[in-house]
């Protein structure tokens, strides 16, 4: 037997069985970030990029990624997720033009959306670079890291700021 939760007896992938577990409102929010130049900055803000409306597209792109997370991270669950928000907050200290990323998704269910909240993070900020990437490929995605959790099992989860 083994005591890995994802390898069945024979030591090969499984996905964990959560038909035990109790339905639970389940809250998480996740972060990214994409440092861009002042060009791309200006062509965000003002609406200008030739590919359209940058943040509206990610925004789309990175619900739609929350809702599919299962396809592509092959252990996760197919969820029946209850909401999905996006939030973008600029940063522009010091002449860089930061765009900071807060996904949050919603489900009741027997296993925890961490995982959504982090591919939507991810999937967002990947969207505003290829958006803009032909005005500068020198894009930097950010740290992306879970910000906090509710629901479930092993209770709340908060990210201390250290």
Not at 15 to 21: A, E, L
Not at 109 to 119: F, I, N, Q, R, S
Request: aromatic content about 4%; some cysteine; glycine content about 6%.
């Amino acid at each position: 037997m083994s005591d890995f939760t994802h390898l069945n007896e024979q030591g090969r992938a499984k996905m964990v069985d959560i038909s035990q577990k109790d339905v639970t409102k389940r809250t998480a929010t996740a972060h990214s970030s994409i440092t861009v130049n002042h060009e791309i900055y200006h062509q965000i803000v003002n609406n200008t990029a030739s590919k359209g409306n940058v943040l509206n597209t990610a925004q789309i792109a990175g619900i739609m990624a929350a809702k599919n997370t299962a396809d592509i991270i092959p252990m996760c669950h197919p969820l029946p997720l209850t909401g999905i928000d996006i939030h973008f907050e600029w940063c522009t200290d010091n002449n860089q033009y930061i765009l900071n990323i807060e996904a949050t998704v919603k489900t009741t269910g027997k296993t925890g959306v961490e995982m959504e909240a982090l591919t939507a993070a991810s999937v967002t900020a990947l969207t505003i670079y290829d958006m803009t990437k032909a005005v500068d490929k020198g894009m930097i995605i950010g740290e992306t890291y879970l910000e906090s959790k509710s629901g479930g099992k092993s209770g709340d989860y908060t990210r201390s700021e250290s």
